[in-house]
């Protein structure tokens, strides 16, 4: 509680502060909004710890229509904020060192817009720690919009991502984090996509359009609040994806959000497993534990308002043995709900005659196993399978206002942590799982091809030929030095699940 105040003391004095900025600028007639000037990691107020440095000593660097946004990264000293003002920008800008503050200016409605005209892969890479990405327009990219690689502590918001590809903003591996106010449209995969992640607070963004709203997968500790999910083929996502190196999914909060008409077609690329979602679903859990689901409004989604389900529910899904499939202890509290349900899928249909369900759409629907899971007042709703869920004794979660870390995580070392394995989780773990077919085809296929060959991996990354014809094409990865890509080469031929 203590945190939050102090949190909420810095927002008003960063309003105050942001107030007086503007008039004075006003007076100098530029129109210019002046640089931020608190920095807004965590709520602790540990402003010179391993999170960012204060504006007074950040170094302004300010790029302009014409000029190359990675070229001042290039240049950038860690602490640096770079200011970049409105204008099309045709690159990708790869982001390897820490504390980098990326800021868009927007000027009377005009923002900075990073145009990928459907040929670049990707807007925003970066691996460094202690990043804000903000005040961008993303459009036309092929594969993903924003997408972190194993950096820690980051906050990513107020930006537009419309038609990227594969994955809108996408965190991989990363600890503490911040997605909020975005709005995003027209993704493959997951549109907000946090893979592999602790302690992120996705709050307040608008999703449509997208194969999958949010999707929160193999993390823990994840907030999901104030959403606007509607018109996605499937709308909120917590599930285990077997074969990632990281094994589980707990500790989920869904609650205010408003999830709304789910029903897209899914434009998904045939074959992976995004594709095999069905459409019509506001809420999912594929067998990730300890989900609470309370205070969402959730109406028109034609299949069902929310789904439990054990890794069954993607057709020909190839377990993992270390993960566990089926969702345990998940806390369904007041929702509303309503009109879900309209036309479900036909195993739905199938299981209403079985239930002998004669209200007209189902509400919440369990399959597969599961324990220790209750819902609140469930004769309010209709459901189906949720026979061995108890009356909540929960109080909610109230008394949970973030949760992101109080203190920044320390950074990743790439000193003492392996390199390879982690390019391989940071990167490659977006599309390769072990046993199973994601975007790219699985890590045990590719050990059968390159077995004794890490150059030849490492050498098809840098300029990877299009082989498979029901697969895409894999982006190249030429922005790892040849160094880099040999260790993550090795990594990938030397795992075993
Ligand atoms: C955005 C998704 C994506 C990411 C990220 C990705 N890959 Fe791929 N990968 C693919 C796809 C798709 C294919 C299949 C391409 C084809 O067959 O044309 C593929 C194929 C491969 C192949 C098979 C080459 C062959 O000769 O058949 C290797 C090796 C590979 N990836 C390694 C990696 C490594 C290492 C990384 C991480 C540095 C990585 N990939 C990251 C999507 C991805």
């Known amino acids: 509680m203590k945190t939050i105040f102090k949190f909420l003391g810095m927002l008003i004095a960063a309003a105050i502060l942001f107030g007086a900025g503007y ?87 005009e923002w900075p817009i990073l145009e990928g005209e459907k040929k670049r892969n990707d807007a925003i890479l970066y691996s460094g720690n202690n990043m804000v990405i903000e005040n961008f327009k993303i459009m036309n990219y092929k594969g993903n919009g924003i997408m972190g690689q194993a950096g820690n502590n980051f906050i990513i918001r107020n930006n537009y991502i419309i038609d990227t590809g594969v994955y809108g903003i996408f965190p991989e591996f990363g600890t503490n984090g911040l997605i909020s106010h975005n709005i995003l449209s027209g993704i493959e995969d997951a549109a907000i996509y946090v893979g592999m992640c602790d302690n992120i607070d996705v709050l307040y963004n608008e999703v449509f359009k997208s194969v999958a709203g949010i999707e929160i997968e193999n993390s823990r500790h ?20 077997p074969g990632l190196p990281i094994k589980t999914c707990f500790d989920v909060i869904i609650r205010n959000n408003f999830i709304i008409n789910n029903n897209l077609e899914n434009f998904g690329e045939p074959g992976s497993i995004v594709a095999s979602l069905p459409r019509g679903t506001g809420i999912i859990i594929m067998a990730a534990d300890e989900v609470t689901i309370e205070n969402n409004i959730i109406t028109g989604n034609e299949n069902a308002g929310i789904v439990m389900t054990d890794l069954n529910f993607i057709a020909h899904i190839t377990k993992d043995p270390e993960s566990e499939p089926n969702p345990d202890r998940i806390v369904i509290l007041d929702n509303i709900m309503s009109n879900n349900g309209s036309n479900p899928i036909d195993e739905l249909k199938a299981a209403r005659i079985a239930y002998m369900v004669t209200a007209k759409g189902i509400d919440i629907v369990a399959v597969g196993g599961g324990t220790g899971s209750c819902i609140r007042d469930k004769s309010k709703y209709v459901t189906i399978g949720l026979d061995n869920y108890s009356q909540c004794q929960s109080p909610g979660t109230a008394n949970v206002l973030s ?27 977006g599309c390769h799982s072990y046993n199973l077919r994601m975007i790219g085809p699985p890590t045990m296929t590719i050990q059968a091809l390159y077995k004794d060959n890490p ?43």
């Open 23 to 109: 008039l004075v600028s006003k007076k100098q007639k530029s129109n210019v909004p002046p640089p931020p000037t608190v920095n807004y990691f965590s709520g602790a107020g540990t402003k010179n710890a391993s999170g960012l440095q204060q504006t007074e000593e950040r170094n302004v660097v300010e790029v302009k229509q014409g000029q190359s946004i990675q070229e001042a990264v290039n240049n950038a000293k860690s602490g640096d904020l770079i200011r970049v003002y409105p204008g099309t920008y045709k690159e990708t800008i790869y982001i390897d060192k820490d504390n980098i503050y990326l800021q868009g200016v927007v000027l009377e409605g």
């Open 222 to 241: 994840a907030l999901v609040e104030g959403n606007y999910v509607h018109d996605n083929t499937g709308g909120i996502l917590a599930f285990i994806t």
């Open 403 to 429: 949760y992101m870390l109080e203190k920044p995580a320390p950074p990743r070392d790439t000193k003492t942590e392996d390199r390879g394995r982690l390019i391989y989780y940071g990167i490659c773990s």
């Open 455 to 497: 150059q030849g991996i490492a050498d098809y990354i840098a300029k990877p030929v299009h082989k498979r014809t029901d697969f895409p094409e894999m982006p190249p990865q030429d922005y790892l030095s040849e160094e880099k890509r040999l260790e993550v080469a090795k990594y990938m031929l030397s795992i075993d699940k």
